[in-house]
C-alpha cells in the first residue's frame, strides 16, 4: 500500500454521541498516512481520546464509519485489530513480571516459548530496559512502567500503534525525555502512531501532523510549522504558541489584504477566513512578530502602544501593552543593546507586517483559555 | 508493646548510647491508654478460651473426691480385682462424697468413662450407710455387680486421672482399649468424627457456593456506574443488617412442605401434591440458608479488591489480542485472588462454626459439629467434651488459616 496514494487510516464522516443529544465526536473526517506520527490535540472535551478508542474498537461511532488499509474495521472486536495501544494509566498487569506482561499478547496468539522469549528481549533492549524482566510493574519508576507500556505495545508487531496521553502522568523533565524517546522509536520502527494530548508543546515536538480538535470537530490538520505559522482558525492560532487577538470589524477587501477596524485604529492584514465587507473578524499576530519601531513611516501597520509591564527573560524581553484599546497584548522583543531602556508606563511605537497579521473567524470577546 | 525498645536497641550505632528509657512518659501513656482494651479483650476473650482449653484436657472433680482410693488403685496391676483396701478407700470416700454433694459430679464423670456407673456408684452409696464393716468388697459386689469386674475398677481409675487425652479421644470417636492403646470406638457409638467430617465438606460446600454465587455479583457491583453500585450494594447489605433469626425464619416460609416455593411447584403443575420437595429440615435447607446468611462475607471483600482493579485493564488485555475468557482468567481472576481468600476463609471459618441456622433448618440430618458442641454445654453438661470438639475445631481454622498463610500469604488478604 506504501505509496500508492490511499491512507492508511480513514475516519469518514465518524460521529459519536453516548446519550444522543450532545456529540462528542461531530463528523470527523481524517486520513492518517503510513508511517506518520500523527497527533490528535485538543483541550478536554474536544473529543480526542474518544476519536482514539474508536479506532482502537472500544467505543463505537454512532455514524460514519473507520477505515484501516482501506477495508472497514466497524465489526472487528479490538483484539481482532491488531493495534497497539499505550493506556493513559500504563494498564500494566501488575500480577505479571515485566517479561510475562511483554510475553502476554505473544502468548494469547499462540507463539511458542523461544520465539517469545527472544521477542520479548528484542522489545526490552528497544526501550532500554534490558535486564528488567524478573522486577514486577510496582517495582519500577514512572519513566520505566512508561517504556514497559510502550514495549508491550509493539512487541507484537502491530501496524498502527495508539497512545492515550501516555506522558500525562510524568513530570516535566521525565515527559521531554520521554517525547524524543518516543520519536527515535517511532523513527526506527516506522509504525504509523496516533497520539492523543493535550499539550500543545509535546504535539509540536513528536508529530509529524498535528489534528488540532474543538468540540468534536477538527479544526485544521496540518504539519507543526503550518500550523504555527498559518493557522486557518482562530482557536488553532490561539491553542498552538502564543498568539495577540484583535477584534474588530472588515471595513475593505482588497485581494488578499483585507483593512480591519479595531479600537480606532485601521489595520491592514491577510485574510484567512472567507469575510464579507462589515463582518465580526478576529485578528492573529503572534508576539514575536510585532516589532518596536524607532520611528514612525517604516511600516503599514503602525500603532502607538502603553507599556504595561515588562518581563524579563534572559535572552526576550516580554511586553505586556495596550493597544487598540486592547490589554494584554503580548510583545516578545529580542534582548539587544538598546531595549533595555524601556519602563512600564513609556508609550511606544509598535508595528507589523500585513502578511504576519491574519484575519480568521470571529471570537467573541473574552472566550480563550 | 516490647518490641519498641528491642528494635530502638537492635538499630546500628545506638549500641552504647542510651536510648529513651522504655517507659517513660509519653510511651508509658500510650501504654495506659491501651491497658484497658488489653484487659478487656483479655477478660472476654482469652480467659474463657484458655478455660475452656483448659477444660478439655485437665478436670480434677474424680481425683478430689477419690484421692485415697486412686492412690491404692495406683499399686493395683489391672489384672483381676483390687484388693481389699481399695474397696475400703472407695467405700469412706463414697459416703463422704454424699454428705459433700459432690457424688453427683463424681458418678457422672465415671459413667462417661463406662456407661452404668452411675447407677453403681449412688445405689453404693446409699446402701453403704447401713454396712458398719468389712470384708468392703463382698458387700459392695453385694449392692452392685458391677464392683466385681475388672473393668470397672478400670474405668474408676482413668475416670481419675486429672490430666486426660480422654476427651480428645472421644471427640474423634477413640478410646483406649483395656490394653491401654488407641483403638476407635464401635461403630454403633462413633458420631463425632462422622459430623466433624460433614461440618467440613458442608462450610466447604457453602463457601464454594458463596464464591460462585458471590463473584458475579461483586463484580457487578464493582463495575457498575456509582449510583447503581450504590443501590446494588444496599440490596447486598440490607440482608447483612437484618437479624439472622429473621432471615432464617423466611427460609422456613419458602421452603417447608406447605411453603411458598412447593405451593408454586404444585400450582404449575411441576410436582404433584403428594410430591412435595423435602427442602428444609435436613441437608438442603441448611445449605440454602447458610449460603444466603454468609453471602454479604463473601460479596464485601471481593467487591472492594474489585474495585480496586481499573477497568482500563480489561481493554489493555483486549487490545493486546486476548481473548474475553483470556483476558479475564490471566488478567482480571489472578488480581480478584486477595479478595477470594479473604472471603473464602471468611466464609469457611464462619461456616464451620455455624449454630443457629442449622440448629433451625437442619432438622436431623442437617446438624453440625457446633450443634453438638452446644448439645454438651447445654444438656449433657459433658464441657469438657465440648471443650474437646471446640478445640479440634479450633485446631482446623488455625490449620486452615496457616495453609492459606502458605500458599497465598496472608499479607495478600483484603477484607475491605
Known sequence: MEGSGRPYVEYRKVSKSYDGKTTVVDDVDLDIRK?????????????????????????????????????????LPPRKRGIGMVFQNYALFPHMTVGANLAFPLEVRGMDRGQCRERVERALQLVQLEGFEHRRPGQLSGGQQQRVAIARALVFDPELVLMDEPLGALDRR???????????????????????????????????????????????VADPETLYEEPQRSFVARFIGENNRLHGKVMGIEGD????????????????????????????????????SPKSGLYTNEMVALIEDITFLGDYLRLRVTVCRTSDFIIKIPNTVGHGALLAGDKILICWTPTDCRVLDPETEGEGE | MSEIPEKE???????????????????????????????????????????????????????????????????????????????????????????????????????RVQSGLRSALTRTARRLRNVDEGPWSDAMIGIHAAWGETGTWRALRE???????????????????????????????????????????????????????????????????????????????VPFWT??????????????????????????????????????????????????????????????????????QTSAAESLGATPWQSFWR??????????GAGCLLVFILAIGYYITPALVGGSTGQLISNLIAFHMQSSLNWSLAAALGGILLVCVAGLYLLYDRLVGIERMRLG
Not at chain 2, 491404692?72 to 470416700?93: K, M, N, S, T
Not at chain 2, 490430666?163 to 491401654?180: C, I, K, M, S, V
Not at chain 2, 488478567?331 to 477470594?340: F, H, K, R
Open chain 2, 331 to 340: 488478567v482480571y481472576w489472578p488480581q480478584t485472588l486477595p479478595g477470594v
Open chain 1, 35 to 75: 508511517g506518520e506520527f500523527l497527533t490528535l490535540l485538543g483541550p478536554s472535551g474536544s473529543g480526542k481520546t474518544t476519536c482514539l478508542m474508536m479506532l482502537a474498537g472500544f467505543e463505537t461511532p454512532t455514524s460514519g464509519e473507520i477505515l484501516v488499509d482501506g477495508r472497514s474495521i466497524q465489526n
Open chain 2, 9 to 111: 536497641a537492635g538499630r546500628p550505632g545506638s549500641g552504647p548510647r542510651p536510648g529513651p528509657r522504655p517507659w517513660s512518659g509519653p510511651r508509658l501513656r500510650a501504654a495506659l491508654l491501651v491497658l484497658p482494651l488489653l484487659a478487656f479483650v483479655g477478660v472476654t476473650f482469652l480467659a474463657p478460651l484458655a478455660n475452656m482449653l483448659v477444660r478439655s484436657v485437665y478436670d480434677p472433680v474424680v481425683a478430689d473426691a477419690l484421692p485415697e482410693t486412686l492412690e491404692r488403685l495406683r499399686a493395683w496391676d489391672g489384672q483381676g480385682l483390687p484388693d481389699e483396701a481399695v474397696y475400703e478407700a472407695l467405700a469412706g470416700e463414697v459416703l463422704a462424697a454424699r454428705e459433700d454433694r459432690t457424688l453427683g459430679q463424681v458418678a457422672t464423670r465415671v459413667n
Open chain 1, 174 to 220: 521525565l515527559r521531554e525525555e520521554m517525547q524524543y524517546e518516543i520519536r527515535r522509536i517511532h523513527k526506527t520502527l516506522g509504525v504509523t502512531v496516533v497520539y492523543v494530548t493535550h499539550d500543545q508543546q509535546e504535539a509540536m515536538v513528536m508529530s509529524d501532523r498535528i489534528a488540532v480538535l474543538r468540540d468534536g470537530r477538527v479544526e485544521q
Open chain 2, 243 to 312: 437479624s439472622l433469626l429473621v432471615r432464617t425464619t423466611s427460609w422456613i416460609v419458602l421452603l417447608q412442605n406447605q411453603g411458598v416455593l412447593n405451593d408454586m411447584l404444585v400450582y404449575l403443575g411441576v410436582i404433584g401434591d403428594d410430591g412435595r420437595l423435602a427442602m428444609i429440615y435436613n441437608m438442603t435447607g441448611t445449605f440454602v440458608a447458610m449460603t444466603h446468611v454468609l453471602l454479604p462475607f463473601m460479596v464485601l471483600p471481593l467487591y472492594s479488591v474489585m474495585s480496586a482493579i481499573p477497568r482500563v
Open chain 1, 257 to 292: 489584504i483585507c483593512e480591519v477596524f479595531v479600537g480606532g485604529e485601521i489595520i491592514e492584514a491577510i485574510r484567512i477566513a472567507p469575510c464579507q465587507v462589515g463582518d465580526a473578524a478576529t485578528l492573529s499576530i503572534r508576539p514575536e512578530r510585532v516589532a518596536v
Open chain 2, 159 to 237: 475416670a481419675g486421672d486429672r490430666y486426660t487425652a480422654r476427651h480428645y479421644l472421644n471427640a474423634l470417636d477413640l478410646q483406649r482399649d483395656p490394653e491401654g492403646s488407641i483403638a476407635f470406638q464401635p461403630e454403633d457409638r462413633q458420631i463425632y468424627l462422622f459430623l466433624l467430617w460433614r461440618t467440613l465438606l458442608v462450610s466447604l460446600g457453602v463457601t464454594t457456593l458463596c464464591l460462585l454465587i458471590g463473584y458475579p455479583v461483586a463484580r457487578l457491583i464493582a463495575h457498575a456506574p456509582p449510583r447503581r453500585a450504590n443501590l446494588l450494594l444496599i440490596l447486598v447489605l
